[in-house]
């Protein structure tokens, strides 16, 4: 399917997308506080070959020409997230007046060379300070977060037009305070539900700050989110199972957003979420967001585990069902993101979606000073035209960002997978514009591709 940038309309959004621990390194400089990823980080067996992002891409002093580079690329709409520690060092009370002029330098480039700043108000990186007081598996959460949503519209607002309050809490739920692969490294059901509900309550709350601060806001926030299929068609306990994955994974968060509350009639399992449920809580879940903010990289495939504690299901992975797939292992299957879409657009509740993340990782090289990412600039084609696919047939899809801008600390996997447009040599800070970089540019440059 051949497509131009004109036959998504001239209101769609292009973008990419960045977060601060990955790529922003500095991580003892200029006041900052200790993330929870900073110390996750330090014990070498949780991180691939025991990095860690203390440097990262240095994104914390070499913003200035990573920004010059987005300009060159014809990128119009840049997505990166505030470091909660870098701001509020103890996640609570003083604020780090070195890390609010940081981040105020970053919007003014944005701004000067015509590029629109979307924040991302927490990707990840809770202050250690308040991990050791419970972090999200302590109710006092709502308030820390509510402190900090108001010191970012406090310094930033008046700039920052788009906001979106959490990335994935599936997943740093999930695997941080559930399999513990994540910062910070919780386990257990008790310590998933705790964090699960009140981060669920965080990004209604963040909402509703945004909006009584200022009423033409863009506001949202983003979800995890693979089309779930059964591993046998037609086959009753894997359907069944595919339903329950599909619950816990992708509606976990969305539907009490919505209004719909937990999804646990299809995930008995969640019906302990009570537990952690105070009067007013189902309403306080509930916020009408501006936009959805889609993250699909593959789809799941599911097969009836009996054995699986909770779900009785199991993720069949795409090496095992040898299927074509990328360095992180997920199945290349461009019509995931197009199926996303339009059950996201069976919610008569949200208004627009916007695709925040989709990319691939793949074994880059570098050859005669050029990376020619072939599989990535395909993956990123046959990605854009199911976008494209949806949005003929009537999906309110209004935006689509490539995850990542440059290759940078890809959490518990390292510095191994590369997803960005551009390489870095993490040993000499080199960047090095990918074929799929060049060919995204000429893209948004509406030039015949």
Request: with cysteine; charged share 25%; hydrophobic share 40%.
């Amino acid at each position: 399917m051949h497509f131009s940038k004109e036959d998504f309309g001239e209101d769609f959004k292009w973008g990419v997308s960045t977060a601060a621990y990955q790529i922003e390194g500095a991580h003892e400089e200029d006041g900052k506080g200790m993330s929870i990823w900073d110390s996750f980080s330090k014990k070498k067996k949780n991180i691939t070959n025991g990095h860690n992002g203390n440097i990262a891409c240095d994104f914390y002093n070499q913003y200035p020409s990573d920004i010059e580079l987005i300009k060159q690329l014809n990128i119009p709409n840049y997505r990166f997230s505030i470091s909660w520690s870098r701001i509020m060092p103890n996640g609570v009370g003083e604020i780090n007046f070195k890390g609010i002029a940081f981040y105020n330098r970053v919007i003014d480039l944005c701004l000067e060379l015509g590029i629109e700043p979307w924040v991302t108000i927490y990707h990840w990186d809770l202050p250690e300070a308040l991990h050791k007081k419970g972090g999200w598996t302590n109710r006092e959460v709502l308030n820390w977060f509510n402190d900090y949503v108001y010191c970012c519209v406090k310094y930033f607002g008046d700039r920052v037009k788009h906001w979106m309050v959490l990335n994935e809490p599936m997943v740093f739920t999930g695997a941080g305070y559930f399999l513990g692969v994540h910062a910070p490294g919780k386990i257990g059901l008790s310590s998933f539900l705790a964090a699960a509900h009140h981060a669920a309550i965080c990004q209604a709350e963040g909402g509703r700050i945004l909006r009584s601060h200022q009423s033409d806001y863009k506001i949202g926030t983003t979800f995890s989110y693979s089309h779930i299929d059964p591993l046998r068609e037609h086959h009753e306990k894997d359907e069944k199972a595919a339903v329950k994955v599909d619950a816990l994974l992708n509606r976990l968060f969305l539907e009490p957003l919505l209004g719909l509350g937990y999804p646990a009639k299809d995930l008995k399992i969640l019906q302990k979420m009570e537990r952690f449920m105070l009067a007013g809580d189902e309403q306080k879940l509930a916020f009408q967001m501006d936009f959805i903010g889609l993250q699909n990289y593959t789809r799941e495939k599911v097969s009836y585990a009996p054995l699986m504690p909770f779900v009785q299901a199991k993720i069949v992975k795409a090496n095992k069902r040898k299927v074509v797939h990328t360095l992180m292992n997920w199945e290349v299957y461009p019509p995931s993101i197009y199926k996303a879409l339009i059950r996201l657009n069976s919610y008569s509740s949200i208004k627009e979606i916007l695709v925040t993340e989709n990319g691939a990782a793949f074994a880059d090289e570098v050859v005669n000073n050029e990376v020619d990412d072939k599989e990535r600039l395909l993956y990123l084609q046959d990605h854009i035209a199911q976008v494209l696919q949806a949005q003929k047939e009537g999906v309110n899809v209004k935006g689509y960002f490539v995850w990542t801008l440059m290759d940078n600390f890809e959490w518990a996997e390292g510095f191994h997978p590369r997803f960005g447009l551009i390489h870095v040599d993490f040993a000499t800070q080199k960047r090095i514009i990918k074929s799929s970089g060049k060919w995204y540019s000429r893209l948004l440059a509406d030039q015949h591709i």
